[in-house]
């Protein structure tokens, strides 16, 4: 049913899950909501209630009503779903916006209070488990001790755990760097073989390090090399070293820390334990065997400790985890 009105219904609409294919899709609403029911051809709910509802053919998903003016359309989250629901709700009158505009208690109006609404938020974008207890301490920690100046987030360690940080191998070739990212990610992402020079291009992984988000990069072998492909993927890989988060950089039995190596390493790590050196290496912070797995996880959290240290995870400061808690919330837009 389309309204003769369509001007009329004062309301708008935005998708709080990403526009990828998901298991469902959130389609946020919010305004005169009784017009909207009416719109769409529906019985009114009430607040705090919920429906099984059709919208138009389309799909079937359920309809909440968390507040007055809030409701919440939850289809199937496939991207064609999603499209043809929009289109739908559009030609009744819905203005779709991005969330991003919105102050973030317009978009969780389940919550009491900023931090609380920034909380959710953050809870829904972090990708590491560590994050979790300490998003969910910060709406007491804030009530019991406000933030005075919220200028430190951008220096602030804790920013990894929502932002995944760059995390870079680096080393000679057939230090057994390729071997490592496949030992962290617990399958075989980067190929890996007793050549030097088997990694021509940097090979990346979003993988999980101590309850940690990261993206994990190998890189080639940084050596003098007459292939000019090689020298052009080693090249491109230095950028990488000056934007690393975490810089590694792994030696063997036979291979210190390269020469060449712009940066220094955050931490050294031998590999190959199982071999006996020839001569003496460098010195290392950790010696592991990414062949068979031993000492990866004291690496691990070793990587996580140098980017968030445990001091830091026991400060019971309140966190300034999101951008909306650095300029005072009652300025933020919201929708009426
Ligand atoms: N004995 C032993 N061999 C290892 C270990 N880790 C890796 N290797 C072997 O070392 C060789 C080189 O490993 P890669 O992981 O391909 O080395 P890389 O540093 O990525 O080499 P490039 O990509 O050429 O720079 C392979 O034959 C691996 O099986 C280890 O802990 N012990
Ligand atoms: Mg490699």
Do not use: Y
Request: charged share 30%.
């Amino acid at each position: 049913m389309i309204p003769s009105k369509p001007d009329h219904l004062e309301c708008r609409a935005w998708w709080a899950t990403a526009p990828l294919p998901g298991a469902i899709g959130i389609c946020h609403m919010k305004g005169r909501l009784e017009a909207m029911f009416e719109a769409l051809g529906i019985d009114p709910l009430e607040v705090g209630a919920t429906r099984v509802l059709e919208i138009a053919g389309i799909d079937e998903g359920v309809l909440a009503r968390p507040a007055e003016d809030s409701a919440l359309f939850m289809p199937h989250g496939g991207p064609r779903v999603r499209q043809l629901i929009s289109r739908h709700l559009e030609k009744l009158g819905l203005r779709f916006i991005d969330p991003a505009d919105t102050d973030p208690r317009t978009r969780w109006p389940e919550a009491d209070t900023l931090v609380e609404a920034c909380m959710l938020e953050a809870l829904c974008a972090t990708e590491s488990p560590r994050a979790i207890d300490l998003l969910l301490a910060q709406p007491r920690r804030h009530r019991d001790n406000p933030l005075e100046s919220s200028d430190d987030r951008g220096s602030d360690p804790r920013r990894h755990l929502i932002d995944p940080p760059l995390v870079v191998i680096t080393g000679r070739p057939n230090v057994g760097k390729s071997t490592l990212l496949n030992r962290l990610a617990a399958t075989e992402v980067a190929i890996t073989a007793d050549l030097e020079g088997t990694t021509r291009d940097a090979v990346a992984a979003r993988l999980i390090i101590d309850g940690m988000a990261c993206d994990v990069i190998d890189l080639p072998g940084l050596r003098e090399s007459d292939d000019p492909i090689e020298r052009r993927a080693i090249m491109l890989s230095s950028r990488f070293l000056e934007e690393s988060d975490l810089l590694i950089t792994l030696v063997d039995h036979e291979r210190g820390v390269p020469e060449s190596l712009e940066r220094t390493p955050d931490l050294i790590i031998r590999n190959k334990s199982d071999l006996q050196s020839s001569r003496p290496g460098p010195k290392t912070d950790h010696e592991i065997c990414a062949k068979t797995g031993e000492g990866i996880e004291r690496l691990a959290m070793l990587m996580r400790q140098a980017l968030v240290p445990d001091e830091i995870l026991k400060n019971e400061d309140p966190w300034s985890f999101h951008p909306e808690l650095e300029r005072d919330g009652d300025q933020s837009p919201t929708i009426e």
